[in-house]
Each structure stands twice: as C-alpha cells, then as structure tokens.
C-alpha cells in the first residue's frame, strides 16, 4: 500500500470527551471516529488491525473444529421470550417493533438463536458434538458508554457456542475452546492471563477469563507468582485463617468517637491498627408473591474486617442469598439499630437479625464496632462474652494482595487486567428453555448441553493500546498492527536515488508477503516520523539521500529509541530477520 492511496488522518491532539489512552490514541491516529454515544465509524487503519484479529480468530477457531455461519443481528422477540431473557435482561437489551408492531431485539449475543438452529438441525447423538460460531456485530444499550472501543454499545464479537450429549463430553468441548484461546491470545503477541471467573446461578468451576494486563484495566486479577493459580477477583478464595480466635484481653466499653463514622477514622483516632476494627454492613432480602410483590423482608448484619471490602458475588452464593440482595433501607436500619449508618454495630440490637461473619472477623478477639449511637463505638468487643457467636461464619470479602493463595503454593498478587474473552460451560440452560433435545443412543430425547465462548473483537486492540504505548503513541505487536513495516523516504521528490530504492524495498518486501505501506506523501521528515510513531507500526526503515551516499539506510523498531544503520544491500535480510522470516 502507498500512503498516497491510503486514507491518513492523524490529530495532533485527542477530543475532550476522551477519557483513557486508547481511545485518545485511537482517534488521534484516526483509527476510529465517533459517530454517536457509543458508536463509532471503523476507519480504514482501524479496520485493518479489526480484519486481522478476526483473521486470527477465524483460523483458530477452524483449527479447533468450530463452524462458521453468521446469525441476524435483529432477532425476533418469541425466541428470548421463551428463555425469558426478554423480560429479564434489562435497559441493555435493545428492543424495536416492525411496521407490522412485532417485536424485535438487535442482538447482545445469540443463544437463543443457536439454540433455535441446533433444536431444528441436531436429531441424533451421532451428530454430536457440534460448535458453532460467529463473527458479527452486536449491541448493547449501556446506560454510560465510555472509554471508546473499550465500552461502546456497538461492538464486534466473536461468539462460539458448543453442543454435546452429556457433562463429560461437554467439558471436553470446553477444554478444546479453553486450549484454542490460549493459541488465538499467544498469537496476538500480548501479555494475558487465563483467570478462573465466577460462574454465577449456572454453577461449577468451568468459567475461565481472558485478561489482557494493563493497568488501566478495570477488572482485578488475583494470582500467585509462584504458582499457576489466577482468578478475578470475584472468584479468589480467602482461606480460613491458619490461626485460632484468641482470649479476650480486654472488657467491653464504650468509647467516645465523635464525628469518627469510618473505621479508618476510628483506627486514626484510637490509634490502633485498621485490622481490629469490625464494618458493619446492613443487607437485606425479599420474598415475592407470583405478582412479583414484596410480601417480606429480612435484614441481615455482614460483618468484615475494618481493611476488607465486601464481595458481592460471594455473598449472593449464601444461604438465603440466591434470589439477590439489596442494601437496607433507612427505615430498616433504625428498625433493628436504632441509629443511622456510620456507627452500627452487632451490640444492644433493637431488634434481633441474623449475622453473618466473615472468615476474618470470626477469630478476631477485643474487636472495635459501632455501639449504634452516633459519635460512639464499642472497643473490646468478643464472640461469645459481648455478642452471641455468628450464625454463618463465610468467605464474603475480597482478597488482598499477600493472601495466602487457595493452591497452597505461595501467597497472592493483583494486577489490573481488561476482560477480552470469556469461556463459559452453560449446562442445559437454553436448552431445556427451548425444549432442545436429540435422540441419545438408547432413543430416549436428552437435552444437549452447550457452552459459550466469546472474544472482544472490537474491544481487544483498545486493550492492545493500553497495554502497549509510550508518550509518541501507540506500540503495536506485528501481528495485529495495521501495517507491519513502513518505509520513509526523506525528500523522494528531490532525489531519484531515494525514490528508486524505496520503491525497491518496497516492491521486495510485498513479494515476500509482508504488509508494507510505503509514505509517498511527501511529508516533511519530522511530520512523517510523528504520525508512525503516533499509529504504532511497528518496523520503520528511514531513506535518505545522505544514508544512501554512504551506503546505508536506517532501521528502527517502534520500541527502541534509536535507529540502526543497516547497509543497503542488507537491509531486506535485516527486516526479514526482525520480521522472523
């Protein structure tokens, strides 16, 4: 490709409504250009690096057994009413009606559209196993799209979905897409974990993400850098303590902390380390009548160390937890407290609730809590002496960094990641919704059992970017950059000797295969190295009429700070070799 056929619109600066690296860098070297909340334009230096992702994808995913077809991105509302999700998925589901007031939906994903294929298609167990997968455009109404590529409401994805007979052979299926992962990521030249994800209502351990490492991500990666374990953070297990709760020291009293209605605060005020602190945390649960009414709630009382934070996920697994849980209400709170948020505690209740400790709190001994009296708190307080021991005592928080890790095999780290693919076993879910069976060998229908597999196709090179870039720009791996190599000739149009040698180089390398763009625009030498730099490819070769008189040209990986002068007879063996070909 020459530049001068190519479309290159480079900013000097990022609009103001860009807020991370990416999506700054993507629109100055006018990769992508924003359309509206959400929705961008893929422009045609952007559309190469999308092109050759989905090429990479396409051909792992090939090689793993899968089968390509493409699903409408406008599904019709019957098929996600017989699952449900109609109803249940929110303000993210997008819904339309034709001219004819039928309902619609612009698909977030297509279970139920697969689904509907295998239930029609798939008649005996000899057909088994199948995958299907897509590479198609989809959309998600997000109530605050931001961050570009990173989330935006429509987005390419690749979304795989397995089919099988039993558990055993599904899991089978799940390794092969877990393995193909591997190969599509280690390909893409960016540094990954694999990380065990929670699996929500479904259950069972077979839920693994992808996590490019950035530490703009959003995501928290828990792992052991002595060990292969790694998860997100709602997945890590804090383990019971190694230690027994200790004998009280102390007796109960209460003490003076005015206007102190954070444990940091109480600890800075007692001067006492944050881990002898108590949070108390007000949650509560309802019961619904088929009309979906309240028609009763509990209150619960979660207590955490004054240094943890809870875990959501962890605490809607509990007993009494799995039909979802809210904060308490004002009024709930004073109901069984008798005093507003900030100095609560397990101590004088007004009215009993059940308790839930975490692991933590359960061996602490002479802790600090709330006395539920404002500008008050309880120091000395013990299981057992001041308050009745917990009714559940469960691993509600979130790890920290130091942690011993679940495997035994060290302690944990964290490191920020940003989620670009998920594989996820799903049972029979969607199949037993839609009714989808086949004849296993005995001639009795079975429901198939299917799993899901998904890669952020758009999302991925916005996690490339953050990942790799410097103050210049972007830093791409030669397998997903929008071109691999670019030639700058300095002042082609003053001297035929730079002209000829470029257009060489050039002509010698599209021969081998390599994707060179060659800037014939005649941009001044400065201006021309700004906008390669900004754009990230990632092997420049620099022609000028002064190398060229001695001989040489210069070479300069997108890393490195400096130029290599290579001798001009070498240099397409020089670039071969960096190119490792």
């Known amino acids: ?17 860009a807020e991370v690296v990416s999506h700054k860098l993507m629109m100055r ?7 509206g909340a959400g929705i961008y334009n893929y422009m045609p230096m952007g559309l190469r690096v999308i092109r050759k992702v989905e090429a990479i994808v396409r051909e792992e995913m090939n090689k793993a057994g899968a089968i390509e077809l493409t699903m409408p991105v406008v599904q019709p509302a019957e098929l996600w009413q017989e699952t449900g999700r109609f109803e249940k998925m929110g303000p993210e589901l997008l819904r339309i009606k034709d001219r004819h007031g039928r309902d619609f939906v612009v698909q977030p994903t297509s279970e139920e559209v697969v689904t509907d294929i295998a239930r029609q298609e798939i008649r005996s167990y000899k057909q088994l196993p199948k995958n299907f997968y897509q590479i198609q455009t989809k959309f998600r109404d997000e109530r605050r799209p931001r961050f570009g590529l990173m989330r935006g409401r429509e987005f390419i994805m690749k979304d795989a979905y397995s089919f099988d007979r039993d558990q055993v052979s599904a899991k089978q299926s799940y390794q092969v897409m877990a393995d193909a992962y591997r190969k599509i990521f280690d390909r893409f030249g960016l540094t990954y974990r ?12 077979l839920s693994e993400e992808f996590q490019v490492i950035a530490a703009t991500g959003e995501d928290a990666i828990v792992y052991c850098p002595t060990s292969n374990y790694a998860a997100n953070m709602e997945k890590a297990e804090a383990l019971v303590p190694a230690h027994a709760r200790g004998a009280a020291t102390q007796a109960m009293a209460k003490t003076a902390t005015p206007g102190k209605s954070t444990c940091e605060d109480v600890a800075a005020l007692l001067n006492v380390p944050l881990n002898t602190t108590v949070k108390s945390l007000v949650l509560a649960t309802d019961t619904l009548n088929d009309k979906g009414e309240v028609v009763k709630s509990h209150v619960w009382l979660l207590l955490l160390r004054g240094d943890h934070d809870m875990n959501e996920v ?21 109901d069984h407290f008798g005093c507003k948020p900030g100095y609560l505690g397990p101590v004088n209740l007004k009215q009993p609730l059940k308790i839930v400790a975490d692991r933590d709190v359960a061996v602490m001994a002479d802790w600090i809590c709330g006395a539920n009296e404002v500008d008050f708190h309880m120091t000395g ?8 021991e917990p009714d559940l005592v469960a691993d509600i928080r979130n790890v920290v960094a130091g ?16 989620e670009v693919g998920h594989v996820f076993y799903l049972g029979t879910k969607y199949s037993q919704a839609m009714n989808a069976t086949f004849l296993d060998v005995n001639g009795k229908p079975q429901f198939m059992e299917m799993g899901c597999y998904g890669i952020g196709v758009t999302r991925l090179p916005a996690a490339a970017i953050e990942q790799n870039h410097d103050e210049r720009g972007m830093i791409w791996p030669d397998a997903i950059a929008p071109f691999t190599v670019v030639i700058c000739p300095v002042n082609m149009d003053r001297s035929e000797d730079v002209k000829a040698a470029a257009f060489k180089l050039y002509e010698d390398l599209l021969a081998l295969g390599v994707d060179v763009i060659l800037d014939d625009r005649g941009e001044r030498p400065g201006a021309m190295f700004a ?3 900004l754009i990230g490819v ?31 007879a070498d240099v397409l063996a020089h670039v071969k070799a960096q190119l490792g070909l």
């Open 194 to 205: 694999a990380v065990a994800a929670d699996s929500g209502a479904i259950g069972g351990d």
């Open 403 to 418: 942690d011993a890790s679940p495997d035994g095999q060290g302690v944990l780290a964290i490191e920020r990641g940003i």
């Open 314 to 334: 962890k605490v809607g697994k509990l007993p009494g937890f799995e039909g979802g849980f809210r904060f308490a209400t004002t009024q709930e709170i004073d």
């Open 29 to 35: 070297a006018g990769l992508i250009k924003k359309l």
């Open 538 to 568: 990632p092997h420049r070769v620099t022609i000028g009429d002064k190398g060229l008189k001695d001989g040489v040209v210069e070479y300069q990986n997108r890393r490195d700070s400096e130029s290599t002068k290579v001798a001009v």
């Open 1 to 17: 490709m020459k530049a001068s056929q190519f479309l290159i619109s480079t900013l000097k600066d990022a609009p103001a409504d």
């Open 531 to 533: 906008d390669w730099e």
């Open 381 to 388: 307080v013990n299981f057992g002496r001041d308050v009745a």
